[in-house]
């Protein structure tokens, strides 16, 4: 299993609708749904067998570590992100919380999760 952030954007389901249609291997997102996700587009995939969704915010270290945990995924693809230019100017706040925080405690419930992987797990993450 893969693990994809960021999955109602526009990179992350295009990700998602690709990963799905060349791959067998299931794919675990997670996205916070702002204002930029849009779950319709993620609407063709929903009941695939291999696609599991869940709505987070990768500032919750805490909950991102127990999804990691329940799902063990090989890989992680890191696509959430406050992306709008012209937003950043009127609200720079909303973008150093989740692209500056939450990419940290993003990195630093993945990097706690794959320190306690076992060797192999470990070198192939
Ligand atoms: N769109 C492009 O052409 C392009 C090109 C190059 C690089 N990128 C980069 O790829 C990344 C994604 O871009 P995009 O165009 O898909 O952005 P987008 O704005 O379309 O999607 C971002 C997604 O992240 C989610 N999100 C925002 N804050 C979150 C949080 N705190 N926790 C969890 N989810 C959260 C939103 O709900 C949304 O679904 C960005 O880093 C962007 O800079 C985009």
Same mark, same amino acid.
Request: glycine share 6%; net charge negative.
């Given at each position: ?54 709505? #987070?915010?990768?500032?919750? &270290?805490?909950?991102? %570590? @127990? /999804?990691? *945990? ?35 405690? #993003?990195?630093?419930?993945? &990097?706690?999760?794959? %320190? @306690? /992987?076992? *060797? ?6």
């Amino acid at each position: 299993m893969i693990f994809l952030t960021g999955a109602a954007g526009f990179i992350g389901a295009n990700f998602v609708h690709q990963w799905l249609g060349q791959m067998d291997e299931p794919v675990l997102v997670l996205d916070a749904l702002t204002y930029a996700g849009n779950l319709e587009s993620l609407a063709p995939v929903a009941s695939d067998p291999r696609y599991h969704f869940a709505q #987070l915010d990768i500032c919750d &270290r805490p909950a991102v %570590a @127990a /999804l990691l *945990a329940q799902h063990r995924p090989r890989a992680l693809l890191h696509f959430a992100a406050e992306s709008h230019v012209d937003r950043s100017i009127h609200g720079p706040g909303d973008f150093i919380r989740t692209n500056v925080q939450g990419t940290f405690e #993003l990195l630093e419930a993945t &990097r706690a999760y794959w %320190a @306690a /992987l076992p *060797a192999p797990e470990k070198a192939a993450f």
